[in-house]
């Protein structure tokens, strides 16, 4: 933070600019709630250029006031702190959930007109924490800060990260970790469970009030047209099937695609158990709690099917009076799915072998390219990425057979549209990434910060993340694949 010579203890004169409707919805959707006093708050980490986006002037704010700030401690003027109820089916299960260790402070608009919610995690108990502690531990909230601000700078939808900070208090987990709160940025946090939630009350007066207010807030276009809520599940499906194909095309794994982790805004939400995949494989998995490898990389596709045909469960109600009638609405949508997310998917694919028309050979001349990579257990982002220079193609494993008749044929198709050229290579740097946040990497940032109180490596390592396509030198060491004694690489849920 740049301390001017008069820093300001107040938050109050940064630029809030609060306007919250959800806190205006029917009160059955949230409770209001204080977050919990904390001992001794300090940053750990500000997104300066993120709070420049929000319209927040936290360059003029003393140290003390924001850290008193992002620890709730202090409610900007205009906040009106809540948890929001919610469901979703968590491993195929039905449960009610909410905020059970997250508080919306409000809604923030920003000076070009945007809307985003700005949420509090790991800031004390709700009165739907069940039986957790309301809290968080600093190293899941610091590796949803780099992720989340990664994925934002891949180009991938997704909420954001204004601040960490540490509470100066302990949370238990099995043992005493430091306590942090994770202020998160989204465009919403409504999720597939919102729906859930009044669709298992049976509520459909309230439920056709969260539906209009989702499509104002999301999908304004859709207000006025006619068969209003089919276009809504259409338009969330679609946003689904584009968000999915980008995680496909980086080796995104999520990890716990539940319903209650999926926006309806189409953002990447919930970074919990997620992790990069660095050999490419279908059923790559990180979560130590997924053993039958539900939300595998592979399985990202299905399941979101699965969840959306969860969501298109809850607006039956609102699609036709007559139920048949409704059935056959959302399973028209359903049905779309695979084939929009192919679309996207293959477009992205495309993109990234350097194609800039269409043939009809493409998608097996891709599966073809995946089948030797998952084979060889190449890296999912150096092989693209060395694929994007002219001369790239240096490794031993590129002197394979079966590699040098697949690279022909790209060539050859290459050559059809009159490549390869200087600029096939540039489109195609433009969307395989040189870096990405690899997991030995992460897992040595948060280890220097948590146990050293060193956030210098996490710095370094988020400076290379903000520009992950442009191949810096500098950063050429956050491209090695891990060493093999990390190979085995595991991420937990419950953090
Ligand atoms: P997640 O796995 O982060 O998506 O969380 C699933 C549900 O568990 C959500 O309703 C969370 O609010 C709740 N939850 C997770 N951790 C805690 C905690 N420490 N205290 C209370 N509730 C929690
Ligand atoms: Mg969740």
Redesign the pocket.
């Known amino acids: 933070m740049v301390t001017d010579a008069q820093p300001r203890g107040s938050s109050d004169t940064i630029g809030w600019n609060f306007d919250n409707t959800y806190a205006r919805l029917p009160d059955v959707l949230f409770k209001k709630v204080m977050p919990a006093p904390v001992r001794a708050p300090r940053v750990s980490v500000l997104n300066l250029p993120l709070a420049d986006e929000l319209g927040l002037d936290l360059r003029t704010l003393s140290e003390q006031a924001a850290a008193a700030l992002f620890a709730g401690q202090e409610i900007p003027d205009g906040a009106e702190p809540i948890a929001q109820a919610?469901a979703?089916h968590?491993y195929g299960g039905f449960t009610m959930?909410?905020?059970?260790?997250?508080i919306l402070l409000g809604e923030q608009r920003t000076p070009d007109g945007h809307r985003f919610d700005i949420q509090l995690k790991g800031s004390g108990?709700t009165a739907?924490?069940?039986s957790?502690?309301?809290?968080?531990a600093l190293g899941p909230m610091l590796r949803e800060y780099i992720i989340s601000e990664a994925m934002h700078a891949l180009g991938i939808p997704t909420t954001r990260s204004l601040a960490v900070v540490t509470t100066g208090e302990p949370v238990y987990r099995g043992s005493p970790l430091r306590g942090a709160v994770l202020t998160r940025v989204a465009a919403s946090h409504l999720r597939v469970g919102t729906f859930q939630y009044l669709a298992a009350r049976r509520d459909e007066a309230n439920l056709r009030i969260l539906a209009d207010y989702t499509i104002e807030r999301h999908y304004p276009e859709l207000v006025d047209v006619p068969q209003k809520y089919g276009k809504f599940l259409q338009a969330v499906a679609n946003r689904q099937a584009a968000l999915i194909a980008k995680w496909q095309l980086v080796g995104f794994i999520h990890g716990?695609m539940?319903t209650?982790?999926v926006a309806i805004s189409g953002e990447t939400i919930?970074y919990?158990p997620c992790a990069f995949m660095d050999a490419y494989h279908l059923e790559t998995v990180f979560s130590s709690i997924d053993h039958a490898g539900r939300y595998a990389y592979g399985n990202q596709p299905n399941i979101a099917q699965w969840n959306l045909a969860r969501f298109a469960e809850t607006l039956l109600p609102l699609l036709d009076t007559n139920e048949n009638a409704a059935v056959e609405i959302a399973m028209a949508e359903l049905n779309q799915f695979p084939a929009t997310f192919e679309a996207y998917w293959l477009a992205g694919m495309r993109k990234k072998l350097g194609f800039q028309t269409d043939e009809a050979e493409d998608a097996e001349l891709i599966r073809s390219f995946l089948d030797w990579m998952q084979a060889t257990q190449a890296d999912f982002t150096n092989t693209f990425r060395d694929l994007s220079t002219n001369d790239g193609l240096t490794g031993d494993s590129y002197r394979d057979e079966a590699f040098r008749v697949w690279h022909t044929r790209w060539q050859n198709r290459l050559g059809r549209e009159g490549g390869p050229n200087t600029s096939t290579y540039t489109l195609m740097r433009m969307v395989n990434p040189f870096v990405i946040p690899r997991n030995h990497r992460v897992e040595e940032a948060l280890s220097a910060a948590v146990d050293r109180d060193d956030l210098s490596v996490m710095h370094q390592l988020l400076a290379a993340l903000t520009s992950p396509y442009e191949g810096n030198a500098d950063f050429t060491m956050y491209r090695d694949a891990p060493p093999p004694s990390q190979c085995g690489y595991r991420t937990y849920?419950?953090?």
């Open positions: 919610y979703g968590q959930l909410g905020d059970g260790r997250a108990p739907f924490s069940r957790g502690d309301g809290r968080a716990v539940n209650d982790n919930d919990g849920c419950g953090t």
